[in-house]
Each structure stands twice: as structure tokens, then as C-alpha cells.
């Protein structure tokens, strides 16, 4: 294939809002448990970041924490206090000097956090249902946030924004997938509450909507340029109840109703088939883009290894392709593409190479401890 063939990829993409990336390669947010034990970004995570910054048109960070009860991770980064602002803004300054546009991804991990990362050790969530765990374990057991406690963390999520626009920051992306707080209030498995924030459908949409129009708001008010805000959500859930393509689509509905400037799918596979919800049997993310209707843009992610995977992927109506595992082992996939050797784009993680990679100690420990997380390397 010519690398002319390849120019979709290379095509700059405007928002609505007026922001422009110069291609439509976006880095998927991937947590990387480096951060400093104080909430600041170390000087390994912004070398990690720097040298995946320069090809792709956008950067999404990995999660960081709105309040200090929904710290997910061990060495995750923080954007719950104002003493933040200036590590916030070191990070923002290294993605956007390589040429990217830098989005936060703001995330509070609910009853997913390990219970010691906790002030109190105590997990909190919609209601008091465990998560289930792989080989059909049980996490522990989360305390019902009460409704005094819900507009807190709502309002945490609009100063997280503030925090984002002073850093210097192209937008925000609210975190409503892979289990986490906000995905927890919309499931009808984690969420039993029979309050406003609970119950029906429309119920459980109360949470995620009134987060949102928090964001927005803080935009308005504290933002003088354009500045993006964005959702990731899981488009289904394997547990019963829980969420269904149809939910998903009333999700999407919600949230096109609302405004936003991006909807991110988070899928492990692009090309995966709907479980229940739809008797359409196309690829998830294909009915995703048509019942967004081209309202609102669709960022597609997924397993796209190869230039010829990713250019695949805009066939189902994506707007954006987002590259997450690809780019641990291949910063350099865009420039390749771009510049007539795709050929050479690395799909497989190279043992010997973390010093050419720059991936810091503790993600390359993640990596390499986690089989099947990539491909490596024989």
C-alpha cells in the first residue's frame, strides 16, 4: 500500500467548536501508575508523553482523580486540589510542544478503587453492591454515597475543569466507562437506589447528565477560547442486569440532547458484536455512529495495531481513530505513516526496548506482567 492510500488517517479533523487537529490519530488515555505519591506528574510520565505526542492531532491523558475518594490507581495523577495546577500545566505544556492537542481525562474510580489508595479506606458508589470480579470473586464492598455527598463529587468534576482550563489543557474528557463512578450510577447493576439519582432508566441517566451540564458550565464561565469536553462510555456490561446496547442508546440520545463535542467508545476489540440489546448484529460501534447521526463526533478504538487496521476502522463511521497499546510499542506510528513507511510500524512490544520506548518503570512492569496485554515479541 502507497502512503498515499493512507491519507484519511492523515487528514486534519475540525470540531464544531472551532478546535483543529492536525491529523485524526488520537492517543487513547492508558493509565501508567507513575505519578508522584503527592498527585503530580513525575519527569518519567512527561518523557512518556512527550515522545507520543509529536505524531498523533490529539492526546487523551490517563484518568486523573476529581476527589481524593476516587483515586483508582497507584501512581495516578491528581486535579483535586489547586496545589495541582502547575504540574497539570507541565503536562499540558509537553503534549501541546510537540504539537497535540491536550485533553484531561477526568475519572472518580467509585467502588473500583483499592480501598488503601482511600483516606478511610472505605469504597463508595451508587449503592452497596460489590463489583464482580474475574473467576466469580466479589470486590469489596462499597458504602451508598448519600445525596449531599453526590453534588460534591458532581461539583469536584466542574473544579477538575477549572483546574484543566487554567493548566492550559484543550478540553476534558468525562470518564463514564470501563466500570468506574459515573458508568456505576447508569448501570442497573451497581446502581439499586430508588432516590432521584436511582431507579428508572431516566433515573440513572441523573448522575452522568448532571455532571456533564456541571463541565459545561465551568467551561462557559472559566473558558475564553474553545475547549472540547468529551465522553468515554462501555457500551454494555457483562453482568445481568446490567447495561444493554439499547441502555447505551438511550445514552447516547441523553448525551447528543445535552451538547458535547465527542462521544469515545471504549471497546477492546473495535469490531465487536452487541451481546443483548439490539437484534442488529453489526459491530457495536457501527450502531454507535448511527444512532450519534452525525450530531456529534465518534472517536473508535480498539485493538488497531496496523496503518491497515486503523484505515479498516474508518469504514465503520468513525471520525477519529484512537491508538492506545499501538503507541506503547510504536511512538513513532503516525510519523511512519506519514511518511511512506507503514510498513515498518513495530506490532509487537520488543522486550529489550523500554530505554528507546520511554516507558517508565512502573508501567513497563504492568506491561510485561500482564500477559496478553500486548503482543510481544518472541
Known sequence: MTQANYSPLLDAYGFKNGITLKNRVVMAPMTNFSSNEDGTVSKPEIDYYIRR????????TACVYVSRSGKGFPGEFGADSDELILSLRELADAIKGEGAKAVLQIFHGGRQCPPDLLPDGQTVSASSVPAELPGGGQGPVPRTLTDEEIQVI???FGAATRRAIIAGFDGVEIHGANSYLVQQFFSPHSNLREDRWGGSLEKRLTFPLAVLREVKRVVSEYASTPFLVGY?????????????MAETFALIDALKEEGLDYLHASLM????????GTEDSRPRIEQIVDRAGGAVPVIGVGSLYSAEDALKSLDTGIDLVALGRPLLIEPDWVQKVAGGRASEIKTELDPAAQGELVIPDPLWGAITNTPGWVPVKA
Open 53 to 60: 505526542s509529536k505524531g498523533v492531532g490529539m492526546v487523551i
Open 232 to 244: 468515554r462510555f462501555s457500551p454494555e456490561e457483562p453482568e445481568t442486569p446490567g447495561i444493554t
Open 154 to 156: 458532581i461539583a469536584d
Open 269 to 276: 476489540e473495535l469490531w465487536s458484536l452487541p451481546r443483548r
